[in-house]
Each structure stands twice: as C-alpha cells, then as structure tokens.
C-alpha cells in the first residue's frame, strides 16, 4: 500500500443506529476503500474500546426490551456509557463521515456531527438528494462536502490522499499529523 496523506488517519463513522433501514451495511462496505488508503475507520457498530459496552444487535435489542419494560435507569446507565465512548471516537477522529437520512430521526448524530464542527474537523455528508440537507446545516457546514454516494466521498478522500500536495488542503478543517505522529 502506498502511504498517502491521510495514511493513518482516523474517521469516524456517523449515522442512524436506531431510526434506520441499515445501520451495518453502509460502514462495513465504507471501510474497504478507507482501510485500502490506510485510513483506520471507527465504527460505533464496533467495539474498538477495551473494557466498554458495544452498540451491537443485542445491546440494542436488549435496550428497547428495558425501554418497553420501563427500565428506564438501566436504559440510562447504558446509552451515557455509549454517549461517552461514540464522543470519544468523534474527539480521536481526524475526520467524519456522514450517513445523512433526513426523515429517520437521529438524536446521537447530530450530537456527534456539531461536537466534530465545534472541532473544526472536516465532515463529509452522504445523502441521496442535497435538496433534502436541513437547511440550519447549510450554516454550519460546509456545502461542498455534500454527496450523493459514498464512491464519490470517496473519490475525494482519493485525491487529497493521493493527488493533492497537503498544502492545499483548507487548513480551515485539516489538521493533519505528519506521518510520525499518527
């Protein structure tokens, strides 16, 4: 593998875990290309932390199994243990990416995605028609880093890894290590 300019370097993946058709999928056929330019993916489907509960099937299964039972403090107990560990990911991430479903209420990614602005960390969109992209959003981001597909966030990671000199990059959003410190 060809060491690029983002060799190394973290995204974080966010997205719909609870109001969505596919909260696996996408992240698992994502990371093939990323891990292909030597980008290390976190994923909040897997666990990456030692000693720390997983959002898998049956931490979610089990979560709305309390929730329907009233559970409500072991509901809390969890989720705060998920909250600390998907923040953590969002703070290590040199960059995020985003599976935006704009009709599928998402609590937990718009927490994550303003935590990453407040970082000033670049945040690429990925939602099927840009027309839908909330319109407080086009406040906060950047709308250049709106796509369609995935293939096409992708050839753009593509290009800065590869093709562009990093002194072009917007140093408004990429602070990027050398190599040494990754």
Known sequence: MEKGNL?????????????????????????????????????????CFLNQISEDDEVIKRLRLDILNENYDAVSDSVKQIIRRDLRMVDVADFI??????????????????????QRKPIFFRINDKKD????????FDHNLIFNTFGEIIEYLWNINYSL?????NNKYWKVFKENFR
């Open 165 to 169: 000199d990093v002194h072009e990059l």
């Open 7 to 47: 060799y190394k370097s973290k995204v974080y993946l966010a997205g719909n875990i609870q109001h969505t058709v596919d909260s696996v999928v996408w992240r698992e056929e994502l990371t093939v290309p990323l891990e292909k330019m030597g980008i290390i993916t976190l994923n909040p489907r897997v666990n």
């Open 133 to 140: 992209f909330p319109i407080w959003f086009f406040g906060l």
């Open 97 to 118: 990416i985003v599976n935006l479903e704009p009709t599928m209420p998402t609590f937990g990614t718009v927490h994550e995605i303003i935590l990453a602005s407040t």
